[in-house]
């Protein structure tokens, strides 16, 4: 079955152009063959870009660069709010191509696309407040005026999880801020960038300001956009170990950098936590995305008075979810990425198991066409088994037992990771106690899901830099501008 066959009724065939997208003009190309994680058939295929064809991107966002940036606040305002409104009333087609090439619940799809238009909502509020200062010295020798700046060119990078939301979290502050973009987002997820690029321009966004390009080569194809003095900005979400890369290759021409990266996070339940609602929250916290989230819960620590209630009722609830296509109606677990997703899985389950954990439910990859993992709960982990430190990014729960506030702080700690994390508890000193002590980013108490555009996201140690969203977002697209005025 072809895409357009497989998604008619919902979607308009118009949307999904193939090819690079460079100062307002279409590409066709071929190359990157995108695949239906639900069944390992191939989708489409989308352009290869080459060196040429990104700098061809940077040329163009040049080009566009000085006429947006002078772009009165209100107009670059109302394009936003406009492509905010083109994804609200697109919403089903887009989640249904999400779906398709992601492998995601409809369910989860759609909440993607609704957080995804929020940011374009919410910088188009901002795009009319950029701030600005204006002080005395306290010598009294001048005056302090601060402005802010469009930084320039801005090369943005995103994964294949969310699609459509880690792209409109960097061109909505950018845009705002009246930047000019390339966007890279993930080989396995192109469909959805050139949709959106597509409903940019029915918004208005002119040509150039917007470029998306795909390629199989991305190390030598951002090398080369970061070596071009006239990109001024990487703003880049995916693993710690390419961040690392990027940010050394950043450094050669001095680029500023946004580095939204890996999580690890805790989730620690105290037994005097809401029981139920502990279990709600960490079906969201682990289960959004099937597990493949940058802020799912990779480590449930739970204490010893409720551990084994919380064992039962969160097995259950595990085992109960309907697994299937991401787009079928009633799948409440897609399928993983792809195929090394699910060894990837496969062995920090196994290596547990041999140090003896045991699974209350799942445990094994599923057979058949499609990459599917069961959803799991593992108890008896040895906290120094490697699920303990790696991101599972998938479907499994390791639950320990803990004793005293003490030691959830320092297991919840012992990470080189600090993006997100999650507390349980009836009293609130005691959760605002336990959240100072936890190095993160982003702390949900008693809430299972804390993403949200007008707040600030983002993560401490090495989970990344700088913060995306929130009244603070634009101002990484921004730099301050300080005039000394004579009195
Ligand atoms: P990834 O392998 O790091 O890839 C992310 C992006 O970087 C993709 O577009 C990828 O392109 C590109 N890339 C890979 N190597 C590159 C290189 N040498 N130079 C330039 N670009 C390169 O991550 P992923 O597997 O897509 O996503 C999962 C990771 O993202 C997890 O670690 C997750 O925690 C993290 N994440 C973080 C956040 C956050 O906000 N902190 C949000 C979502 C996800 P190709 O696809 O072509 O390889």
Known sequence: ?????????????????????????????????????????????????????????????????????????????????????????????????????????????????????????????????????????????????????????????????????????????????????????????????????????????????????????????????????????????????????????????????????????????????????????AMVAKMRNAGEACTAANRFYVQAGIHDAFVEGLSKRMAGLKIGKGYDADTQCGPMIATKAVQKIDQLVSEAVRRGARATTGGAPLPGSGYFYPPTVLVDVPVDASIAHEEIFGPVAPVYRFESEEEAIRLANDTEYGLAAYVYTRDMKRAMRVGRGIETGMLGINRGLMSDPAAPFGGVKQSGLGREGGVTGILEFMEAKYYAIEL
């Open 1 to 281: 079955m072809t895409l357009h066959t497989k998604i008619a009724g919902y979607a308009d065939p118009s949307l999904h152009a193939h090819g690079l997208y460079i100062g307002g003009q279409w590409e066709k190309g071929a190359g990157i063959p995108v695949l239906d994680p639900s069944t390992g058939e191939v989708l489409a295929e989308v352009a290869d870009a080459s060196v040429e064809n990104a700098l061809r991107a940077v040329d163009a966002a040049e080009t566009a660069a000085s006429q947006w940036r002078q772009t009165p606040p209100r107009q670059r305002s109302e394009i936003l709010r406009r492509w905010f409104q083109l994804m609200t009333d697109r919403a089903e087609e887009l989640a249904t191509l999400i779906s398709l090439e992601n492998g995601k619940a409809l369910a989860d799809a759609r909440g993607e696309v609704a957080y995804a238009a929020e940011f374009f909502r919410w910088y188009a509020e901002e795009a009319t407040r950029i701030p600005g200062e204006y002080r005395h010295t306290p010598s009294g020798s001048h005056n302090i005026l601060v402005d802010h700046e469009p930084i320039g060119i801005s090369v943005l990078i995103t994964p294949w999880n969310f699609p459509a939301a880690m792209a409109t979290r960097k061109i909505g502050p950018a845009l705002a801020a009246g930047c000019t973009v390339i966007l890279k987002p993930a080989s396995e997820t192109p469909l959805t960038a050139y949709a959106m690029a597509r409903l940019g321009e029915e918004a208005g966004v002119p040509a150039g300001v917007v470029n998306v390009v795909t390629t199989t080569n991305p190390g030598p194809v951002t090398n080369a956009m970061l070596a071009d003095p006239r990109v001024r900005k990487l703003s880049f979400t995916g693993s710690t170990g390419v961040g690392r890369i990027l940010l050394a290759e950043a450094a050669k021409s001095v680029v500023s950098c946004s580095m939204e990266l890996g999580g690890n996070a805790p989730f620690v339940v105290f037994d005097d936590a809401d029981l139920d609602a502990a279990l709600d929250g």
